[in-house]
């Protein structure tokens, strides 16, 4: 088969951005618990690619004087805005801070803090602050607020109508008080400039287990602005028993139509992944089920599927199992006319490989995903020139000895990009670039 080998160039590694001198005006340093505010688009100060410093990276994020920054947030969250700048949103000292770079990841901006008052944040693997843009230079944040309860949050939601000058005062988007589980947000914008919000919600267990009635995992739910984020929708449910630990995706679609997947439970506990359909405050396509692989397991597994649709609406997705008929990452098209999983392949069968991402750019589709080999972890890549049907060999595009984030792909409109923060090299952008080469897939990659 003709597929395509890598040539995976790395744009850039942030500097370590821990200026903590900085000319003028108070450091974040100085006041991690009261961070200045100022305008995004225009901050004076900048956080440096190639600056040498006396100590580790590792050594520089320990210490409380570090300023927050792209290398040290543990969970950063990449979004590329219309104009072409790379932003990230991450949390840090119980503050959502957003910072851009105009030159791929060579140098950003001073972080500027979303929320005033610090909350405590969920910020990891799975659960992330995140970063959405309006059509007329709306700031869209969301995030999940820890509550007192364990494993319980409130989906958080603010926003800037000046370019970042200022910042809503922080809201909950949640419409009842149970001290339940509202976990995993996920935000998107349809093409009629609707904002969703998505996220896991157990309000339905909670009222199940005072009824002393089964109810297994959580419930997905939503809630649609259509003021651009001044006043939200009632929440809707999209559907019972959904994986209670496991993010969720949503892609946006033409004709106003946004398209979730998650990890399902369906009975015996297998966790399969499902889809619907979200157009404004109504669920036009009730859930239907993507995978069959019958992962039979009553426990967490911390690994939610990734989608991206193709500008003819096939959604390609990936997912990891643990076990079932086929353990390991998954790849899968899926035809949503005919709710038919029209091609799937075993991406990686090792039992050190995790956390899949998918990009589709027009029928070029690209699958990166982590494994541990050795004592590194590896980042490795494969691309389809057919929207899905046969697949290039592997290839290592980084690799760290120490601990790592997830990483993402990315796309500015016509390049792909490949995000990744590690705990040695700080923040990382890659991009990726091919030529042809004649090769077949070896499905464990090994």
Not at 279 to 300: L, M, N, T
Not at 307 to 315: E, K, Q
Request: contains cysteine; proline residues 4%; charged residues 20%.
């Amino acid at each position: 088969m003709t597929a395509s080998e890598f040539h995976v160039a790395s744009v850039a590694r942030c500097g370590l951005a821990t200026l903590l001198l900085m000319p003028g005006g108070i450091s974040l340093a100085q006041s991690p618990d009261q961070p200045t505010s100022g305008k995004v688009a225009q901050s004076g100060h900048h956080q440096h690619a190639g600056d040498k410093q006396d100590q580790s990276l590792e050594q520089t994020c320990a210490s409380p004087f570090s300023l927050p920054s792209a290398n040290c947030a543990k969970a950063p969250m990449p979004i590329f805005s219309k104009d072409g700048r790379l932003w990230l949103s991450f949390a840090s000292h119980g503050h959502v801070y957003l910072t851009y770079s105009s030159n791929l990841g060579q140098d950003f901006s001073a972080p500027v803090a979303v929320n005033s008052t610090p909350e405590l944040i969920y910020a990891d693997k799975e659960n992330r602050p995140k970063l959405a843009f309006g059509s007329k230079g709306e700031i869209y944040v969301s995030w999940t607020r820890k509550r007192a309860a364990k494993y319980s949050g409130e989906i958080r939601f603010s926003r800037s109508l000046d370019n970042g000058a200022t910042f809503d005062a922080p809201r909950s988007v949640i419409d009842e008080g149970a001290l339940s589980s509202h976990r995993f947000d996920n935000m998107a914008i349809d093409d009629q400039g609707r904002l969703y919000l998505a996220w896991i919600d157990k309000r339905d267990k909670v009222s199940a287990d005072a009824a002393d009635k089964v109810y297994p995992g959580a419930a997905v739910y939503y809630s649609v602005s259509g003021d651009g984020g001044k006043t939200f929708s009632p929440n809707i449910k999209v559907v019972d028993n959904s994986c209670e630990c496991c993010r969720m995706k949503m892609e946006v679609a033409k004709g106003g139509r946004v398209h979730a997947l998650w990890r399902n439970i369906y009975p015996d506990f297998a966790r399969d992944n499902a889809t619907a359909i979200l157009s404004g405050a109504s669920v036009v396509k009730k859930a239907v089920r993507v995978s069959y692989d019958e992962w039979q397991v009553d426990a967490c597994p911390h690994h939610g599927p990734d989608i991206s649709l193709d500008p003819s609406g096939r959604m390609h997705t990936t997912w990891f199992n643990g076990g079932g008929k086929r353990a390991g990452l998954v790849y899968g098209r899926f035809n949503g006319e005919q709710d038919l999983l029209e091609y799937d392949i075993s991406i990686d069968s090792s039992a050190s490989a995790s956390h899949p991402r998918v990009l589709a750019i027009g029928n070029t589709v690209y699958i990166a995903w982590k494994r541990f080999v050795g004592d590194a972890t590896e980042i490795r890549l494969l691309k389809s020139l057919d929207a899905g049907v046969t697949w290039s060999s592997h290839q290592v595009v980084a690799n760290t000895k120490n601990e790592s984030d997830q990483m993402f792909l990315l796309s500015d409109g016509s390049q792909p990009y490949l995000s990744w923060r590690t705990d040695d090299e700080g923040y990382q952008l890659f991009a990726l670039e091919v030529r042809q080469v004649n090769r077949a897939i070896d499905a464990n990659n090994g």
